[in-house]
């Protein structure tokens, strides 16, 4: 509904806006899977520091092991006085049982944005209704792509491990893969992998001699894609999203979250034109689990 703001009519956009960022992040950006798929995005949001109360838990996926050459030693407890016997009531048979707790965490913004643009009566040479919807859309596609560059930074900032090469060959990725490979081995990691690498090097990927019809290999060379290499997913992503001297991030998928909360998008009537002026603002940020971080592999290329 248009309101009034000192007898200037205002008509607030901040859910349709919100769906834009939605729609268009979900198909645009390029780190969407580290920061599972979608942005949370929030409306009509007061402007303060505090974005978010997510729902974390910081207690880990633990996995007891035993051996089975005597009942002392086995993980599951079979002995006659454990759960039944003297031990009923009093004993498990499953060992000690640790109490999953979810806990608020408060997440804080840590960057802003706005835009700021006019709309006369005399120039636009199309509906208001048009031209504010059309303008909205492409401000939408703006932002995601700052979010997506702030996400580069993020992931770059955050990396729990950082592997360097010295030259882009068939044997320096081959090597690289198989270490990446090995490193989430021993992390005992659970999800996809997935990596996104620069141009040169999904190139060198792409022609590799392991991507071959022989091999079973996902490659395509004619369309040149490929969907997967040594168990990472591989996505082609353009050199500006990486910092400076970097060439690849891996991580596990839905590792990370992203969002945003929208103070204001509106058109109001302006007193230096005849027309409206289309403004916007509000805050973002980006959170992940201290823990997950030793999931988050960054490559550089320094040469020799």
Do not use: C
């Not at 919100?18 to 929030?42: N, T």
């Not at 580069?152 to 950082?162: Q, V």
């Amino acid at each position: 509904m248009p309101a009034t703001n000192n007898n200037q009519a205002v008509r607030t956009f901040q859910p349709q806006f919100k769906e834009l960022l939605q729609a268009v992040y979900q198909k645009q950006a390029y780190f969407r899977d580290f920061f599972g798929g979608s942005i949370q995005a929030e409306d009509g949001v007061s402007n303060n520091a505090k974005a978010f109360s997510l729902k974390t838990s910081d207690i880990p996926m633990v996995i007891t092991k035993g051996t089975v050459d005597s009942d002392e030693n086995r993980a599951y407890k079979t002995d006659a006085n454990t759960a039944f016997g003297t031990g009923t009531g009093n004993s498990t048979r499953f060992g000690p049982r640790k109490e999953i707790i979810y806990t608020d965490t408060d997440v804080n913004y840590s960057w802003d944005w706005v835009f700021h643009e006019g709309i006369d009566r005399a120039t636009v040479n199309n509906g208001f209704e048009d031209a504010a919807a059309d303008r909205l859309e492409l401000q939408a596609q703006a932002k995601t792509q700052m979010f997506d560059d702030q996400g580069g930074t993020f992931i770059s900032k955050i990396a729990g491990k950082t592997e360097n090469i010295t030259e882009i060959t068939n044997d320096s990725v081959l090597a690289l893969f198989n270490k990446l490979s090995s490193i989430y081995v021993n992390l005992q990691t659970i999800g996809e992998k997935k990596a996104w690498v620069n141009a040169e090097l999904y190139n060198a990927i792409i022609d590799h001699p392991l991507t071959t019809s022989s091999k079973s290999s996902s490659a395509n060379i004619d369309e040149n894609n490929i969907l997967h290499f040594k168990g990472f997913e591989i996505q082609e992503t353009p050199d500006a999203k990486f910092q400076e001297g970097e060439i690849a991030y891996t991580s596990i998928k839905n590792i990370a979250r992203q969002f945003t909360g929208i103070n204001t998008a509106r058109t109001i009537e302006s007193e230096d034109f005849d027309g409206v002026a289309l403004q916007g603002a509000g805050k973002a940020g980006e959170f992940i689990l201290e823990d997950n971080k030793a999931a988050v592999v960054k490559v550089t290329l320094k040469k020799a």
